[in-house]
């Protein structure tokens, strides 16, 4: 597919106006942690079965629609596809502010991902357009690191939000999101195909999204239904159908949501199955941390955002200073290495934190080390992966990346609401919260395991 740019841009402007709308999408995958508690205060004590949903509904979405409102906008044109991405996302966000209950919050929350599913393909494939060949793939690097980034921050700036009030997690976007659409049109290139090429694929987005959701559903409740009852088994037998259903149709369609022939690049193949497992650790990770804070420990939402804050802010510099040792063991090592620190990081809070709260010397050691693990880790496993795929099924490639580290989240949140359960003594919230721990240092084994597949990526 080739693509037609109808004006030259100034690569700095694009990026700056791109990357607050990458950074916000980004951002609300994780801001919400931190507020949970407060939500679920809010609306009557909802539980955390119930509260999940406002993480996973718009997970699920946003990893299905990914690769589907990528196509669309190669047809539309990118410009026309990042504006409406914004708007979308925008009006979610005021939705989410104005929410009155669970159910609403969660609609609202539909709606972003819908925007966010645009934004991200789209501010990719502006990016490329704006930039000369030589640097893309440093541009690359830094639209992923915005990501990884954002994650990082997350609950940080959650923290600081929910400080004020709850709805404020959402309300910021909006002054953001408008500013940005003024912007656009002056800065941003109008990126069009010259082969629209086909329709994508909605039914096996359908398809999904339903199987993810179903999946989700019986994670989050297997603990009150009994893993063993016929709920939990028909809904993973529903899965594996819908799943069986999905791949069949991306493997005859001409415009699949995932294109199969991509998995088979050995870097690629391997860098996606490590960012979903990476994924899968962090998100459950994140959850566990801001639960643990302030459901045992009693913190508010502004102190654990800074209680947060230590293992986030060593994420820049560390991915920045990653280069040279990249450069000399390899892409896999490096990522290897930093899912392995994020488990070791997870293990000492296992071992550590008892109920009676000691910050310094039970928390703090265990979150700098998951700091530096992530740092290492997830700008090197995106920018590996898209460095491995030809030029033109870049924006596709990292749309399949971007959405196996979402549904690795979904799973992450899902399997640890399940462990955690609802414990009713503190004896019982310890033995639950050590059995999340478990969960996920064991899930970053399996994805150090995954990242020593990854050859090459010495740039």
């Not at 104005?98 to 159910?103: L, T």
């Not at 979402?406 to 399997?415: C, E």
């Amino acid at each position: 597919m080739t693509a037609l740019t109808t004006r030259t841009s100034d690569p700095r402007a694009v990026f700056g106006t791109v990357l607050v709308a990458v950074f916000v999408s980004n951002l609300d995958l994780f801001v919400v942690n931190v507020a949970l508690p407060d939500i679920g205060r809010d609306f009557d004590g909802a539980s955390l079965d119930a509260l999940s949903w406002v993480l996973n509904a718009y997970a699920i979405v946003f990893a299905a629609l990914l690769v589907v409102c990528g196509r669309l906008a190669d047809r539309s044109g990118h410009r026309r596809g990042f504006m409406l991405g914004l708007t979308v996302f925008t009006v979610g966000s005021l939705l989410c502010a104005a929410a009155p209950g669970v159910a609403f919050l969660v609609a609202a929350r539909v709606i972003q991902a819908l925007g966010a599913a645009a934004l991200l393909p789209t501010s990719l494939a502006l990016l490329l357009a704006a930039t000369p060949v030589a640097r893309r793939t440093a541009v690359v690097r830094a639209w992923s690191a915005v990501g990884g980034i954002a994650a990082a921050l997350g609950p940080v700036v959650g923290g600081l939000l929910v400080e004020v009030n709850w709805r404020w997690v959402f309300v910021i976007n909006v002054p953001v999101g408008v500013l940005a659409l003024l912007v656009s049109p002056r800065v941003l290139p109008d990126v069009r195909s010259t082969e629209p090429g086909r329709a994508p694929d909605l039914p096996g987005a359908v398809l999904l999204t339903v199987a993810v959701g179903v999946l989700s559903l019986a994670l989050v409740r297997a603990d009150d239904w009994g893993w063993t009852s016929w709920r939990v088994i028909g809904s993973v037998i529903a899965t594996l159908v819908l799943v069986r259903w999905f791949l069949a149709r991306s493997a005859r369609h001409p415009a699949p949501v995932v294109e199969l022939p991509l998995l088979r690049i050995p870097t690629f193949g391997a860098a996606v199955v490590a960012a979903l497992l990476f994924t899968v650790a962090f998100a459950a990770l994140l959850l566990a941390s801001a639960l643990w804070v302030q459901d045992v420990w009693g913190y508010s939402a502004l102190r654990t955002g800074l209680a947060l804050a230590p293992g986030p802010l060593m994420v820049p510099a560390v991915a920045v200073g990653a280069g040279p040792l990249i450069r000399r063991i390899g892409a896999g090592p490096v990522t290897a290495v930093g899912i392995a620190l994020l488990g070791a990081g997870v293990l000492s809070l296992a071992l550590r934190l008892e109920a009676t709260p000691d910050y310094a010397a039970d928390f703090l050691p265990g979150l700098i080390v998951v700091g530096f693990g992530v740092g290492l880790a997830l700008p090197t496993v995106v920018a590996v992966a898209t460095a491995a795929l030809p030029e033109e099924r870049l924006a596709t490639g990292s749309g399949i990346v971007t959405m196996g580290r979402q549904l690795g989240a979904v799973l992450g949140v899902a399997v640890l609401v399940s462990v955690l359960g609802s414990p009713r003594t503190p004896a019982a919230a310890l033995d639950a919260f050590g059995r999340g721990w478990m969960f996920i240092a064991g899930t970053c084994v399996l994805g150090a395991a995954a990242a020593l597949l990854i050859r090459g990526g010495r740039h």
